[in-house]
């Protein structure tokens, strides 16, 4: 049986009683990693292969909407019937999108594909926390947090590229089919430690939230119209955008913790830091590139350099908190917001037609490092403040906190373009959005100090 402690302590990720879990879940979130991240190359060429170029934005839009109605129900599978369910049908939907979009011949066929992908990507992340909760010890787990980052960071700095050449080599179909052997493998990996897992308890009926199915439905309708507002700016852009603010209100009230916005101590500060780290993070990512390209310049190749950079740094800072579980995870927390406030000051100098173009180097990987030391940090507190019952509703919490934060500021960065600025002359918009990040990197700080554990 998989075990959180032994008579020498608490273990290692590979050792006999994790090897098996570390494996498995690292192969399969590598996986989703890079058909998330490769598919953004090959989608150009498949899409006028498929006759679909109208609809060029909607494999990304089906995939998150339905990521997001997946981590929501598999929180509430999670925490009724525990993980195992969701761990075994969360990466067989996946394949499933896999072989669908891989083999598709029409472009409704490469979104149904698509929808499947999100779905089962989306059920397997809250999944995941889940059964490292259950299998690792409360000591490993930074380290088992920290692989888990590598597993994304990895893929992000080698999925597009290796997908540009299979697309381009050979075919594109094969950045999906491609990766359905070694989903078969990690499902397999998975099963073994599953089916010796010790029962858990479910939540007793009257503690569990209600109203959560339509809240699920309601937060990807809204993060589906929300997203397509912002990248499609016009007058009705404005209608189904305030709806899908509605919407996500709705769902935000029924499913985060009680006191979030308000960030109140404990679990809701945790979920908040979350949605404020991701959100100065992403929306910074999302325009450094276009502001290197237009300000200053610099050739799509060597604008996206300094993400590079960050992600190097995210995995190191990351590494390093994982060697290191005797550190206070709050105090971590916080000093991963000063980083990632001290990053975007320094790529704020990037900004302006004087500004210097370079500085966007050690800029983000101060904000890289500062997201490796902050957001493993926060996984692992939220962990060991939610009651077992409670895990996988706390961890779909946190994820819709990341990506209806990032949606909101994106698209407010998008309105600044347009209004301050525009895509060829992005100095003042980008100037004020980073002093904006900067003030949102510094209230977590501020909101994460002492007082929020006690």
Same mark, same amino acid.
């Given at each position: 049986m998989p075990t959180t402690t032994t008579d020498a302590g608490p273990g290692t990720l590979f050792d006999r009683d994790h090897r098996g879990a570390t494996i498995g879940i690292l192969l399969l979130v590598t996986l989703v990693a890079f058909e998330h991240m490769g598919v953004t190359t090959a989608m150009p060429t498949m899409v006028a292969e !498929? =006759? /679909?170029? %109208? &609809?060029?934005?909607? @494999?990304?839009?089906?995939?998150?909407?339905?990521?997001?109605? *997946?981590?929501?129900?598999? /929180? %509430?599978?999670? =925490? $009724? %019937? /525990?993980p195992v369910s969701a761990l075994l049908a969360g990466p067989l939907v996946f394949l499933l999108g896999l072989v669908v979009a891989g083999s598709a011949t029409q472009m409704s066929w490469l979104l149904v594909g698509r929808c499947l992908q999100g779905f089962g990507a989306g059920t397997l992340v809250v999944a995941v926390y889940v059964l490292i909760a259950l299998v690792y010890d409360e000591r490993i787990r930074p380290a088992m947090f920290a692989a888990n980052a590598a597993a994304w960071v990895v893929p992000a700095l080698l999925g597009p590229t290796v997908s540009g050449l299979v697309t381009a080599w050979l075919s594109w179909r094969l950045v999906f089919l491609g990766l359905v052997p070694l989903v078969i493998v990690g499902v397999l990996l998975l099963a073994k430690v599953l089916r010796q897992l010790p029962s858990t308890e479910p939540a007793p009926r009257e503690q569990r939230r209600k109203h959560v199915v339509p809240a699920a439905f309601a937060a990807a309708i809204g993060v589906t119209a929300l997203t397509w507002a912002t990248q499609h700016p016009s007058t009705g852009a404005l209608v189904y955008g305030a709806v899908g603010v509605g919407l996500l209100a709705f769902a935000m009230r029924v499913l985060l913790p009680r006191g979030t916005l308000r960030a109140k101590p404990g679990l809701p500060t945790v979920v908040l830091a979350r949605g404020l780290l991701a959100a100065g993070f992403a929306t910074v990512e999302a325009f450094l590139p276009l502001t290197l390209s237009s300000v200053h310049g610099y050739s799509p190749a060597a604008a996206g350099i300094p993400l590079t950079i960050g992600a190097l740094g995210w995995s190191a800072a990351s590494y390093w908190q994982g060697r290191k579980p005797d550190l206070s995870r709050g105090q971590l927390l916080r000093i991963g917001?000063? &980083?990632?406030?001290?990053g975007l000051a320094v790529c704020w100098f990037v900004a302006p037609v004087w500004g210097i173009a370079w500085l966007a180097i050690p800029g983000w990987l101060i904000a890289g490092a500062g997201m490796g030391l902050g957001m493993p940090s926060i996984s692992v507190l939220l962990l060991a403040l939610s009651a077992p019952t409670e895990r996988g509703a706390n961890t779909s919490a946190m994820q819709l906190m990341d990506w209806v934060s990032a949606a909101l500021f994106i698209g407010l960065g998008g309105m600044l373009l347009g209004v301050l600025g525009s895509t060829?002359? @992005?100095? %003042? @918009? +980008?100037?004020?959005? !980073?002093? $904006? +990040?900067? /003030? &949102?990197?510094?209230? *977590? $700080?501020?909101?994460?100090g002492r007082r929020a554990w006690r």
């Open positions: !498929l =006759d /679909g170029a %109208r &609809l060029y934005s909607w @494999p990304f839009t089906a995939f998150l909407a339905t990521s997001v109605l *997946g981590t929501v129900l598999s /929180g %509430r599978l999670c =925490d $009724a %019937r /525990g917001f000063c &980083l990632l406030a001290v060829a002359e @992005p100095s %003042r @918009p +980008m100037a004020v959005l !980073l002093a $904006a +990040m900067v /003030g &949102l990197a510094v209230l *977590g $700080a501020s909101l994460t």
